[in-house]
């Protein structure tokens, strides 16, 4: 089955300062790649996704890369802010059943 | 709309009871997921759904686990017996189709097993 690993597991930046996250996946037939994020004690939300025929796309201060070839895919936070502290979760759609596989998580936090 | 609902938000039992969770998912939803998430770690799908048929339970522990959605539209997962390593929040996801569509999430449960 899929296999998705994340890092890192904690991340601190200032706040204005640049956040990334990566991700790398086993399955070379996945080819839906969403990011969720989670505040605490609050229920996973969608912040973006990426489809595997596209590089990149960009949200406002959120973007997503993906890499086909090596199997991994980034996303960068810009300018980040008290509020964009939280656990994000990255994943990979795969399987007959196309069920989705999560990383393991990264605690973002921001310091004004 | 009304998001994805799941009942009860709180639960603590002994090991070797049972339990049984509730999920009503968005209308109009046909995939519905039940998912297990272990304190600091990443959700991991128990079993899915595709209106009242079982697409995926390969990570499912059938031998203390069974979910059921009748009627394709609400779902309960039940846990007999209970252990320790079962403490985890119990997440319940919809999403309009299987596939490359939002999974929208519950609040999900939070299971201690005590």
Same mark, same amino acid.
């Given at each position: 089955g899929e296999n998705v690993e994340q890092h890192p597991s904690t991340l601190s930046v200032q706040e204005g300062d640049s956040a990334v996250i990566k991700c790398t996946y086993s399955d070379s037939a996945s080819n839906y790649f969403p990011w969720y994020k989670q505040e605490l004690g609050k229920r996973p939300q969608l912040i973006i996704d990426i489809r595997s025929n596209v590089g990149e796309k960009k949200d406002q201060r959120i973007a997503v890369t993906l890499n086909k070839t090596a199997k991994h895919f980034s996303l960068h936070i810009t300018e980040?802010?008290?509020?964009?502290?939280a656990v994000y979760f990255c994943a990979a759609l795969s399987g007959s059943a196309r069920q989705l596989t999560f990383g393991s998580g990264t605690q973002l936090t921001v310091l004004p | 709309e009304a998001g994805v609902a799941q009942s009860p938000r709180y639960k603590i039992i002994e090991k070797r009871q049972s339990v049984a969770f509730w999920c009503n998912p968005i209308s109009g939803h046909a995939t519905l997921y039940w998912y297990q998430q272990i304190l600091g770690q990443g959700p991991k799908l128990l079993i899915q759904f595709q209106n009242n048929g079982?697409? %995926? %339970?390969?990570?499912?522990?059938k031998d203390r686990f069974s979910a059921e959605r009748l009627k394709g539209v609400d779902s309960t997962l039940k846990i007999q017996p209970a252990k320790l390593e079962d403490s985890a929040v119990y997440l319940c996801a919809s999403s309009l189709?299987?596939?490359?569509y939002e999974q929208y999430f519950g609040p999900g449960t939070r299971l201690t097993v005590t």
């Open positions: 980040t802010q008290p509020e964009d502290s | 079982v697409v %995926d %339970d390969s990570q499912l522990p189709q299987a596939g490359e």
